[in-house]
């Protein structure tokens, strides 16, 4: 497995923009797959954005396409969640995760590896 530590999250108003960092550490990272997922409180944990081992495929849920940017920097062990244009329906705590594939999955069941979450609020 891989331990992942993220960190960027805050307290922001509508509008504004936030950088989410995840920095992993462990074997194999440049062979894992990469999301965010994020949950609300009542509501089940969704997925926000995800990224192949090689960087070059992303994806994004409908909710966020157009405003967040993943990306994630090999040489630093490190994922990047860019947001903007954030809107109070953001508001949740943010999971960083990693599993064991080339290509990525926007099933929560695909990775292995977990965050502690970050907060995010955005204030309308």
């Known amino acids: 497995q891989v331990q992942l530590v993220e960190s960027g999250g805050g307290l922001v108003q509508a509008g504004d923009s936030l950088r989410l960092s995840c920095a992993a550490s462990?074997?194999?990272?440049?062979?894992?797959?990469m999301g965010w997922f994020r949950q609300a409180p009542g509501k089940e944990r969704e997925f926000v954005a995800a990224?192949?081992?090689?960087?070059?495929?992303?994806g994004y849920a409908d909710s966020v396409k157009g405003r967040f940017t993943l990306s994630r920097d090999i040489s630093k062990n490190t994922m990047y969640l860019q947001m903007n244009n954030l809107k109070h329906e953001d508001t949740a705590v943010y999971y960083c995760?990693?599993?064991?594939?080339?290509?990525?999955?926007?099933?929560?069941?695909?990775?292995?590896?977990w965050g502690q979450g970050t907060q995010v609020t955005v204030s309308s």
């Open positions: 995760a990693a599993g064991p594939h080339t290509t990525f999955t926007v099933e929560a069941a695909g990775y292995d590896s």
């Open positions: 462990g074997r194999m990272f440049f062979t894992y797959a």
């Open positions: 990224i192949s081992f090689t960087g070059l495929d992303t």
